[in-house]
C-alpha cells in the first residue's frame, strides 16, 4: 500500500471528524469511571475482567475470551468499550520500552 | 489541546485515542499510558485481542528491550488518532509494536510512545490532576 493509498484507507476508516469526536469523548468519560470509581470498582469486581460501556459496567468476566463473547452478545462494538483487568492486587510497574532506535546516550 | 487522566488507584497518566489498522480494516478506542521511556508506541495483547486482531497474519516479528527483559511483537503499519474535542481531530501514522500475547504481561496497557509524544508540548501536573497536551504537529489535521 503506498503513502497515498494508505492514507485514503485511513481516512475511509476514520470516516465523519464529528462521529469521531463524539465517539472518543464517551470512550474517554467510560475510561475516566476506571479513576473516579476505582475503588468501587476493586471492592465489587476483585480479580475481574470488567467491561464499562455508554457510562455502566455491562459485563464482568474471569476470563477476556468469556468478557470478549458477553459484549458481542450484548451487540457492543467491537473496541468501543473500555475493557480492564481488575487487580486487588495491584502490580508496581516500572516501564520502559526500547525499540528500534540504537544509541548510547 | 488534548487531555489526559491520572489513575485513581495508580496515579498512572493515561490518554485515550483510537488506534486504525489499516491493513485489517479495524478501528478501535485505546487508552493509553503516556510514557516518556517508551521508543515507540506500543498496543497490548489485551487491546488487541480486544479490537480482534489476528496474529496469524502480523508479519515484522521484532525484538524489543522492556525492564523486564527481551520481547517479541509485531509489526505493523497503523493510524494512532486523538481528539481536540470540538475542534480538531489529530492522526499519526505510527509502526506500532504489538505485543505478543503472554499471560505474565496481560496486565500491561498500551503504551505511547516518544514518535508521538515528541510532537507535543505536554503539561504534567499530578498535584493539580493536570495532564494536556498541546499539538505542536501531525500528520492530518481534520477539522470537527
Same mark, same amino acid.
Given at each position: ?28 468519560? @467510560? ?20 467491561? #464499562? ?8 468476566? /474471569? ?43 | ?18 488506534? /486504525? ?5 479495524? @478501528? ?24 480482534? #486482531? ?23 503499519p497503523a493510524s494512532l488518532v486523538f481528539i481536540d474535542p470540538g475542534n480538531y ?8 509494536? #504489538?505485543?505478543?500475547p503472554n499471560p505474565d504481561l496481560m496486565y500491561i ?7 508521538? /509524544? ?6 504534567? @501536573? ?19
Amino acid at each position: 500500500m503506498n503513502d497515498a493509498a494508505y492514507e485514503a484507507r485511513v481516512l475511509e476508516l476514520l470516516g465523519d471528524p464529528k462521529e469521531v469526536d463524539r465517539d472518543l469523548r464517551a470512550f474517554q468519560a @467510560d475510561a475516566s469511571l476506571l479513576s473516579s470509581e476505582g475503588q468501587q470498582f476493586l471492592a465489587r469486581y476483585p480479580k475481574q475482567w470488567i467491561a #464499562i460501556y455508554h457510562g455502566a459496567v455491562v459485563a464482568h468476566e /474471569i476470563t477476556l475470551l468469556v468478557l470478549t463473547e458477553k459484549l458481542t452478545e450484548l451487540g457492543v462494538p467491537r473496541g468501543r468499550a473500555v475493557v480492564r483487568y481488575i487487580d486487588n492486587e495491584p502490580r508496581k510497574m516500572i516501564l520502559a520500552w526500547l525499540g528500534r532506535s540504537r544509541g548510547n546516550d | 489541546m488534548l487531555t489526559g487522566r491520572f489513575g485513581e488507584t495508580t496515579g498512572r497518566p493515561y490518554l485515550e485515542g483510537r488506534v /486504525i489498522v489499516p491493513r485489517f480494516g479495524i @478501528d478501535a478506542d485505546v487508552s493509553f499510558l503516556v510514557d516518556t521511556g517508551a521508543d515507540t508506541s506500543l498496543l497490548s495483547s489485551t487491546d488487541a485481542f480486544d479490537m480482534g #486482531i489476528d496474529y496469524s497474519l502480523l508479519t515484522g516479528e521484532t525484538e524489543s528491550v522492556g525492564t523486564a527483559g527481551v520481547a517479541t511483537n509485531f509489526t505493523e503499519p497503523a493510524s494512532l488518532v486523538f481528539i481536540d474535542p470540538g475542534n480538531y481531530v489529530y492522526v499519526y501514522h505510527v509502526d506500532l509494536e #504489538i505485543a505478543s500475547p503472554n499471560p505474565d504481561l496481560m496486565y500491561i496497557p498500551s503504551l505511547l510512545g516518544r514518535e508521538v /509524544i515528541d510532537r507535543w508540548r505536554m503539561v504534567y @501536573d499530578r498535584p493539580k490532576s493536570t495532564l494536556s497536551f498541546t499539538v505542536r504537529s501531525a500528520d492530518l489535521t481534520l477539522r470537527i
